[in-house]
């Protein structure tokens, strides 16, 4: 409906607050960039609607600790867009690394490669290369801001492992850029095991290769984004496996995240809808009285997104000293 | 001819030695572990016997050392078996970064992983884990040994550039096991280019997967051994493009390095055998007189020995002290 | 809207008709099995609503041709739900023929192996087997129209090439079944090109493979459904391309039908989405006065369908006679 | 030794039979054209030299049924470098079919693609192009005689099936060749499985492409011999596995064909070492006193031969008649 169409975010959260509640919108979806995502987060919530955010959740750090408490005392729903978790096959990779398919992780290796920050495209105004490599409005971090902490949140998502701590080589390769458009990391997790996260957006000739690898004591699995169907599957001394959404073989839990049969290729729309999907059954939840979990939501929440800035904090403090060790 | 199988090292070369110039063997094959590689060596220089060396090429630095002033004065030809630069898709690669495809060179990720030390096979006797998992044969390292030096080797001498320095972090994942059997890297290039080298073998479900990626500014391209004719070339704006053995659309030198019709597979065999034909080669030009030119050989020689050993001192130090930089 | 919920197609068409024009229905889809093809589409027609039909389009041949009178006297909208033609690649590979990259066409091997019916789940009452194994409800052809016609269409969309006769071979392999699981066919073109289609729905292991290859004279190219974003070109002496959707090396065309960044994996709802934006744009045009042309529609239509069931004709005629030739 | 080179088959027969018995060669290796293996096969083994030959194994049918009698009057050992079947994932992919695995054999595609006779290369004296597109030395086909027969000797060695009856559709698309050069074929087999046999060396753009697949009531099996240490087998419900050489779970008959630890790639030359080996070891047995038995060979012999040059004149036959069915 036409008189729906607000001028500002600020005029839409109010308007619609003013609504009936049987009429006003239920929550409010966060796009834009990152220095624009701690104001409306936080109007929203203060006039009752949910949240869906995108990634990283904030502008710094300490935007994010302040979200967070608004989001805690609000008990409303909150959500942050990493949606490459919401695809099946990764739903599956968690499911097996829980059974104790892999057996103890050894290592992780997850990267994140994309060539189109190759030159200098800024300078020419290209949109969505401007706010990313200006500090002013992406943060401390472009490459690592924008698609690290999608590595990094997928590899905690799949293993269900913590990073304990990283050192970083970060880089601006397109010269004139203030931030890095690449980084290295190498990590160490809470449960011993090792890795590598390895991101960049000057990898020219690479489109949107989120890669992610996980080796335990009796197999690894692998994920790429640009390939989402096929899960594969090595395990010591058996053929090599791949595991495809919409059969039987699955667990039940992944069944609920594809919505053709075998052989119809689902991609990246799909998975934004599973993870509105399960944001949306939070919400009727919600509704019928349910006091929200943050600890047990099926999507990522509003500790992700502060896990994800401490995550870009440590990668910049460590990279702009040395490569030094840093905990997070 | 059976009166030509001797005891020893010692008595083949000497026994030989007095043979008639033109009954005499040519060369010493050397495929022992690493702490036997200098004597025998050093001993077939010193009695005028070409040598085909295993990598790494020495126990330590030290020997290495010593090697190389061996080798330079016998002015004998001397090779080191990295034969996975062989390949004839490897060659290929190193022409299309010569030729200034890929632009300038930002970026270098070098992956070596095995699965076959993820259990402790050394414990129950396994002969080739015995010797690399132990400190008095091996020397202070086991994986990044035996193959991180494959993987370092391949990157130098497909892009053309220099590690200048690196941090690791070391880990022996595998109980009782005194040397580490995964590392990460962080690198620096002497052109300014970054990357990492991956190496592991406790990679538990892998085989012997070898993988270089090397990404320039105009593309990136990448090859992987366990599929050495499949080299894979991605120019920004451009289609990925797969480059396959005996084909007209390759440089002419890399045509030297195929046997088969296109699409007639070649392996690892024919890798070594490439290596050993560039060897016999350079014995036949010494033969007719030419002295040896040690920087322009077409394979890896004591110079790539000594700059193993330099590496493997620069990761293990650096796993020791908390990933500093090392300078190799 | 609940009160728009109906209980019969006779009665939605019917009342639908009824309302003011503004607010009356635009068009029928129809997915119901073959024999409740015809009868929908013509009240639907005959009733002044443009029509979205699954193939084949009709229960047999007769039916298609008394169709394709309604729909040319209707003047209003046909589509047939052949969605594999509307993937970006299948665009774009049409556009690499059209614009004679292969030169002139010797081969095409058209495939569509599927699984599901290798053994008589029909007589546990499947729904979806039921049907489509029964001759009263199915027509003449199981496997051969229900997918057959899916492999006829890409390979005459894509080369823009015709079928003039083909022999075939057709089974039933799975006890009980009376209709045939299994098709195997040579065909000849128009311009003089052969080829093979063999399809199944026996082939057991299987998911939904449709694949499509055309070989021209300077090259050829190859497209597989459940991996629909690699488009595999093979030109002579070059090496072999992969196109990928959201590119600018693709035609304009192409990318009309690609909503998100390269990279960006979209699938078989999207490809349904491009035929229904394509249908609903030509509604539009209807409705702002456009006679509809229907030799120039960027969709399938009643040509399409009746050529479909000649297809099928064709096919079992071959198979019940020796796998004579048969003109279509 | 130089004096061992002869100026003719004959020549060369006929001197070494005069050596001492521990002197003389072994056996005599055939590769010369189809018009050349006749007359050298005979003279061979009429003067007691095992043979290994060419396919297809004679010059036309009859020509090769009197061979078959030389053959089993002489005694000796007789081999036909068919060497597609002697890689090691061939014959895991033969005792996972003898096994049952697939269950009963519905379906079989084989398929052999080249280009490299894309243009009239004859015509410009190419030597390989120009003995096969002539009828004077080929016989009476190009494309089957000299791929087609590869395509359906690894179909029945891998399958344990017999080809029954084919109908086919040959075409010289190449304008000057007398030969066909193209040829599609409808089988049906001894067991009732029904499939295709697709061949060509006009597929511009493909280098070597033989690939086979097998379906079978319980899943299906693939093997593509550009790609030869990839088995892959996708069984009902299962996830799709890939089998590699070298590895534990594998057939111990298949160990035998491998010679490196898994991930080392083999190829080509070893396919055909294997089958020398095979010939070899056959060989030693005959000398130590063994009657050969020619139904129990571990690799192609004569009576393969001869139903290769059985399927030719069936292919050549049906292709000429309006492509009837032909008995084989």
Not at 245 to 250: D, H, R, V
Request: with cysteine; glycine share 6%; aromatic share 8%.
């Amino acid at each position: 409906q036409k008189n729906r169409v607000y001028t500002s975010y600020r005029e839409m959260i109010l308007i619609e607050k003013s609504l009936p509640e049987n009429e006003r919108m239920d929550f409010v979806s966060i796009v834009t960039p990152n220095f624009l995502h701690f104001d409306p987060c936080k109007l929203a919530l203060e006039n009752g609607f949910h949240v869906m955010c995108e990634k990283p959740v904030a502008f710094n750090l300490d935007e994010a600790k302040a979200l967070e408490t608004i989001v805690l005392k609000s008990n409303l729903v909150f959500a942050l867009t990493h949606n490459y978790t919401s695809y099946p096959m990764v739903k599956e990779a968690k499911s097996i690394i829980k059974e104790g398919k892999l057996g103890k992780i050894f290592k992780v290796i997850a990267e994140y490669q994309q060539g189109w920050l190759s030159e200098n495209i800024e300078s020419s105004g290209q949109k969505q290369a401007l706010w990313r490599t200006d500090k002013s409005k992406a943060g401390i971090s472009c490459c690592v801001a924008d698609i690290g902490t999608h590595a990094e949140n997928l590899t905690e998502y799949v293993t269900g492992l913590k990073i304990k701590e990283l050192c970083a080589d970060i880089t601006s390769f397109v010269e004139g850029r203030e931030l890095e458009d690449d980084a290295n990391m190498l990590v160490r997790f809470d449960n011993g095991a090792k890795g590598a996260i390895i991101v960049s957006q000057v990898a020219s000739g690479e489109e949107n290769e989120l890669k992610l690898r996980v080796f335990g004591e009796k197999g690894n699995l692998e994920w790429l984004q640009s390939d989402p169907n096929n899960l594969i599957l090595k395990l010591a001394d058996t053929p090599k496996q791949v595991l495809r959404p919409g059969n039987k073989y699955l667990n039940a839990e992944t069944q609920l995240y594809t919505r053709l049969p075998a052989g119809h290729p689902e991609g990246y729309i799909e998975s934004l809808a599973n993870l509105y999907k399960n944001f949306g059954k939070e919400i009727l939840k919600f509704k019928s009285g349910k006091i929200v979990n943050y600890e047990e939501l099926e999507f990522p929440s509003i500790s992700d997104g502060v896990r994800g800035m401490r995550f870009i904090d440590a990668v910049i403090h460590s990279g702009k000293n040395n490569s030094c060790w840093v905990i997070i």
